[in-house]
């Protein structure tokens, strides 16, 4: 995508920024490391990330625990190059030059470790395909 920069940044926004973006932030981060900047945030952040993703994490050798959710800001949005969101509606501001991603994924919300695996590889997936897009 020769539209970024040498080092994308992708944002990845849910509403309580508790589970999905949490997870994609986290796979994105331990697969592509330094060669991409990635952010995640919420519409309306809970107050800490969901205890069957940080579980269904672990189980893939990744750590979250000590993430937070964070409110979604303008600034956030325009300093990323793609914007995925994930359930958010029309919260997320949406400005030109942007690339934007809507990825249809169930709400772990609520749910125990196995219904969350499920969502996890789905999103492991599909955060190895984006980086076969954006990194160079």
Same mark, same amino acid.
């Given at each position: ?36 900047? =990635? ?13 069957? =993703? &940080?579980?269904?994490?672990?189980? &893939? ?6 993430? *937070?959710?964070?409110?979604? *800001? *303008? ?6 190059? &793609? ?51 954006? &990194?160079?």
């Amino acid at each position: 995508m020769s539209t970024l920069s040498p080092r994308p940044s992708v944002l990845f926004v849910c509403v309580h920024n508790a589970g999905r973006s949490q997870m994609a932030a986290a796979f994105l981060t331990h697969l592509a490391g330094e060669k991409v900047e =990635v952010r995640s945030a919420g519409s309306a952040p809970a107050e800490s990330v969901n205890s069957a =993703v &940080v579980e269904a994490m672990k189980e &893939v050798g990744i750590d979250i625990s000590a993430e *937070t959710p964070k409110i979604l *800001t *303008t600034e956030a949005v325009q300093a990323s190059d &793609v914007v995925i969101t994930m359930g958010c509606g029309d919260t997320c501001p949406v400005f030109h030059g942007k690339r934007y991603l809507d990825w249809q994924l169930d709400d772990p919300a609520g749910q125990g470790v196995g219904a969350v695996r499920p969502i996890r590889d789905e999103i492991e997936s599909r955060i190895r395909e984006l980086i076969t897009e954006i &990194v160079v």
